[in-house]
């Protein structure tokens, strides 16, 4: 696909403009400029973190969460393990979990450890975390891509995938239940984090969703204009 610099113009207006601070309780410092993703907005890829991105932080940990293959079949046992990375190096105790939602990509740190996320993350003290989404990288639920077994790559499952792993996070990994969680992804990731908080209000504090579509529509033209 190919982008006129009309289009990156509009792709950078959707980026600043259409930022959607779900909850803005324990995220106040948002108005200055955000680098990581101005810079983001003029990639020929898209809303994608770098390829090949290695992580900087000695205090980013690899690890794998284990979740159903199918959330609303109580008669399917079968599981599968997704890769997730978390890193303490910010977190101050009663911080919040600030989590980078993995979207159509396999796992990459870039986000949590250079965004205005991040910033925002370190200011507040909190323990952030990023996921492989189910289906790519290494976190696959089947063993092949036939259409047949493509049938568990929905949002329905990909929402409970997230939600049972950040009770996991909060309550193993961070040693507290109650910590606030907030969200943030870019283009589909933000769409899973604006759903999440309005699914799961009750869990999730905020979300913050960077160009995001919230309107499924086939051949979607006008994001590339
Ligand atoms: C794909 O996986 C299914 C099991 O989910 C199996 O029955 C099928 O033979 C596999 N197809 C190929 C091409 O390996």
Redesign the pocket.
Known sequence: MKYSSASVKVAALLLLGAIVIASGKSVEKVRRPFPGIERLATRREGVVPPKGYVSQSPRTVEARFTSRVNHFDPQNRDTFEFNYLHNDQYYREGGPLFIVIGGHYPINPYFMENSHFRDVAALQGAWLATNEHRYFGSSNP?????T??LRFMRTEQVLFDLIEWIDHLRREVMGDPNARVILHGAGYAGTLASWARQRFPNIIDGAWASSSPVRATANFEEFAV
């Open positions: 089947v063993p092949n891509y036939s047949e077994n």
